[in-house]
């Protein structure tokens, strides 16, 4: 059941990444708006995680 939940969850976000690509080149409306919302959900796992934006930063700073 767990196997099914991961693929489907892989499934949506390999899916998001295409529409993000093809509403970068001109693609339908529809396409723009799932990329749209693709792009808000990343945003927003963003915000809702700070230990792991700490930990990038983070990672910033010693490779400079």
């Known amino acids: 059941?767990?196997?099914?939940?991961?693929?489907?969850?892989l499934v949506l976000v390999?899916?998001?990444?295409?529409?993000?690509f093809w509403a970068a080149r001109g693609g339908?409306?529809?396409v723009r708006a799932v990329a749209t919302?693709?792009?808000?959900v990343g945003e927003?796992?963003?915000v809702v995680?700070?230990?792991?934006?700490s930990n990038s930063k983070?990672?910033?700073t010693l490779r400079d």
């Not at 390999?14 to 993000?20: A, K, M, W």
């Open 1 to 9: 059941m767990t196997v099914l939940i991961l693929s489907g969850v």
């Open 37 to 40: 919302g693709t792009l808000a």
């Open 49 to 53: 995680d700070p230990l792991r934006s």
């Open 14 to 20: 390999i899916g998001g990444c295409v529409c993000v």
């Open 58 to 60: 983070r990672g910033d």
């Open 28 to 30: 339908p409306r529809w």
């Open 44 to 46: 927003l796992l963003r």
